[in-house]
Nanobody, 115 residues
Framework: QVQLVESGGGLVQPGGSLRLSCAAS????????MGWYRQAPGKERELVAA???????NYADSVKGRFTISRDNAKNTVYLQMNNLKPEDTAVYYC?????????WGQGTQVTVSS
């Protein structure tokens, strides 16, 4: 059974940085494309960054140049480095496979960008 646990969120001022982590249990991690998603209040969940098992990445236009996704297959962990954060980045951030599997959604980690 796959379990994904996100951590690293918090309150940060505009222009600040955070690094999110997603620890995965189960055997799929090393072969699965992984993604970071976010859901802001009143909005649909959206994909912000994704990484193939080989490390190829892509990003939503809104975060290009500011966010970096990376993964450590040996540790079954995927990261999201977020720099130059903006108030519009405020959301609950989740990791999941790409495409996402419903049963893999975890609790997410809250990121709040505010002065």
């Amino acid at each position: 059974q796959v379990q994904l646990v996100e951590s690293g969120g918090g309150l940060v001022q505009p222009g600040g940085s955070l690094r999110l982590s997603c620890a995965a249990s189960g055997s799929i991690f090393r072969i699965a494309a992984m993604g970071w998603y976010r859901q802001a209040p009143g909005k649909e969940r959206e994909l912000v960054a994704a990484s193939t098992s080989g490390g190829n990445t892509n990003y939503a236009d809104s975060v290009k140049g500011r966010f970096t996704i990376s993964r450590d297959n040996a540790k079954n962990t995927v990261y999201l480095q977020m720099n130059n954060l903006k108030p519009e980045d405020t959301a609950v951030y989740y990791c999941n496979t790409r495409p996402p599997v419903f049963s893999f959604w975890g609790q997410g980690t809250q990121v709040t960008v505010s002065s």
